[in-house]
């Protein structure tokens, strides 16, 4: 029923919320755009899927340690693939090129290690299923929810409420003017790109236990659609990816309710063309704004 596909679509749409978060990171401290953030969502999934299938860990130990692991090829990109064009003094596209080529070799590697093939993934955090107003709402759903909206709560916190946050914003601002006054620009965008890794990983685990199944290719449709969510919001604002996640997430499930399965992935598209035509800068983004 509809109720039922709204649900599903404010689920899938948090999760699209949380890898555009990533780029929103990226671009508001460093303003370039990171397309390897599609693949670095999933290795995430994969690291989990180790974790838990073949190491037998605990699913939470799985969770935190893929997120240090895929944190860390976040750092590897930039340093091996971002930081040197930064350096030589290139421009954003340069940096957008690089990371589409860090994105492929990543993949490969995937596919070498766990081949192309669907793979079947661990259902987390599912206990069980509850009516409301004649709709099943699993526990997934609902947990997915709440993880993701305390993780999105806690980056938030990180920006606006520490020292590290106004360390990025004033990175964001100006790198000159910020080593000027003392910031280690260097080590500010390590965390930036940790973060935003990190915060894949989650995505990567929620979704993978929301759909059952992993593959080395899944990041790719993610990664667009995530991207779309961060355009749609403001891309550079955090608080514009989540509604721009959600918002993709809940148009894709009407479009699935009304038209089928078939127009699922056009939506996104389609999204995106029309905020590029009609505001360019997204739902909370300013002419020139961005901001962290």
Request: aromatic content about 10%; some cysteine; proline content about 2%.
């Amino acid at each position: 029923m509809f109720l039922e596909q709204l649900v599903n679509g404010i689920s899938v749409g948090i999760i699209y919320a949380l890898v555009a978060v990533g780029y929103s990171l990226v671009f508001g401290v460093l303003h370039i755009i990171n397309l390897c953030h599609g693949v670095i969502y999933t290795f995430g999934a994969f690291m989990v899927y180790i974790g838990i299938v073949q190491l037998e860990l605990n699913p939470i130990l799985a969770i935190l340690i893929s997120c240090v692991l895929t944190g860390m090829l976040g750092l590897l990109v930039d340093r091996i693939g971002l930081k040197p064009l930064r350096d030589k003094g290139s421009d954003w596209t340069a940096a957008m090129i690089s990371s589409i080529g860090c994105s492929y070799i990543i993949t490969n590697c995937l596919q070498i290690a766990f081949g192309s093939q669907l793979i079947r993934f661990p259902v987390l955090l599912d206990f069980g299923s509850f009516q409301l107003f004649g709709a099943t709402i699993t526990s997934q759903q609902v947990m997915i929810a709440i993880v993701a909206i305390v993780l999105l709560i806690l980056l938030t916190l990180i920006i606006r409420g520490t020292r590290v946050g106004l360390a990025m914003r004033s990175v964001c601002q100006s790198e000159t003017a910020a080593a000027i006054n003392g910031i280690n620009v260097n080590n500010i965008i390590t965390f930036t790109f940790f973060l935003g890794a990190a915060s894949a990983a989650i995505a990567g685990a929620l979704n993978a236990s929301y759909y059952e199944y992993i593959r080395p290719s899944m990041g790719n449709m993610m990664g667009l659609k995530a991207f779309s969510a961060a355009v749609l919001g403001g891309i550079g604002s955090l608080t514009g990816s989540v509604i721009g996640g959600v918002c993709i997430g809940v148009i894709e499930a009407v479009a699935v309710y009304f038209l089928g399965g078939t127009y699922q992935d056009l939506v996104a598209f389609f999204i995106l063309f029309l905020v590029l035509l009609i505001r360019p800068y997204g739902i909370l983004g300013k002419k020139e704004s961005t901001k962290v």
